[in-house]
């Protein structure tokens, strides 16, 4: 059995220099999985983090809402490159001509043109995304769909819409059908009252005298789609297994895996390309199909896969670190595990953590680029940071009452 000690100090160490209250990790090699948690879920009402503790993992649900797509695709009731108003008859936006020409990949990569934050409303009504969409004519068109690539939340929101109409139901019904039950994902939810009374992380705001708890959610349910799924490391490892090839051919098959982790979209630093729709990396020549998640700075996950070594981890943090602390993630990363056995590569993981640790302070990310005469997207310009519009708007309002 491996040795997880120095995994268990490292994580320890990192967490009490970061302020974060608690975190949980888990690690998948070779199908055998390994979970380590460390700290509290809240500072005011301290239980220790367990592997069945639910976290906001935020964006990593993007991947779950393509999986629904996909599925979708495999079985004939979207395509892929299908019109949007195909599905959404009424669907606008400011620009008639990009509405008119917008696609279901356009959305899954992030180059559907328009403006990709926006603000959340503050319902829990069945119909509260049907509503945001109704809103779309007035975000600005920034470029025409498919001439860069610039992360979007709104696009996903967008499609969380579209999996409403064709399937006849509301999003988080689909997602549990299709995705959360056939891969055992019982450990995660959509709705705090489902999160409520369960064991769960709440979301910190890190200040000079310690981590305060924010009284917040941190977002309603038009935005379940973009980041509303609530998952326990458990089920995140049965996540990752799945999209390893691990878990049969439900909810996808392999084919279908395969052309979700393949680039799609090439850009530049931090990642290489952008898949359908995991963002893409190479480190020391190993290929990772990655994501995460970032609530406001309260709640933040990593999820990193390195499909040709078996390998997985996943990291689900209740506050982002205080600004300045650790280094960063280039530093951290001297490359990942190789394929040996699960004994001799505990060492490996440990540094593989550490780069997902440095992946926790980067947030969610802006990826700006052009498109050239070869077909690809290559990087204009870049911007970071927490994401933004509501999930910005929200953990302000919880600042402000700390």
Known sequence: MADLNPLQSLLDSEAKSLHVP??????LVDGVEHVLTTGVTSVDAPAPVTGDTLFQIGSTTKTVTATVVMHLVERGR??????????LPGFRLADERAADELTIRHLLTHTGGFLGDIDDGESWDTTALADSIGTYDQLPQLFPPGALASYNNAGFRLLGRVIEVVCGEPYEDVVRRVVLEPLGMGSSFFFPWEVATRSHAVGHAVREDGPRVAHTWGLFRDCMAEGGLVSSVHDQLRYAAFHLGASGEEPVGAATRELMQAEHVRVGAPWTGIGLPWLLEERAGVR??????????????????APERGFAVTTLTNSAPRQGAGRTRDRLVPGAPARRPTAGRTAGAARTLAGVRGQLRRGAVDLRGRRESDGAIRPATRTGGRRGGGYARHAARAGRGQ
């Open 78 to 87: 979207l395509d892929l490159d299908g019109r949007v108003r195909q599905y």
């Open 22 to 27: 608690g975190a949980a990790v888990g690690v």
């Open 288 to 305: 990772l199909v990655t994501h995460g998640g970032n609530i406001g700075n309260l709640q933040l996950s990593t999820f990193v896969l």
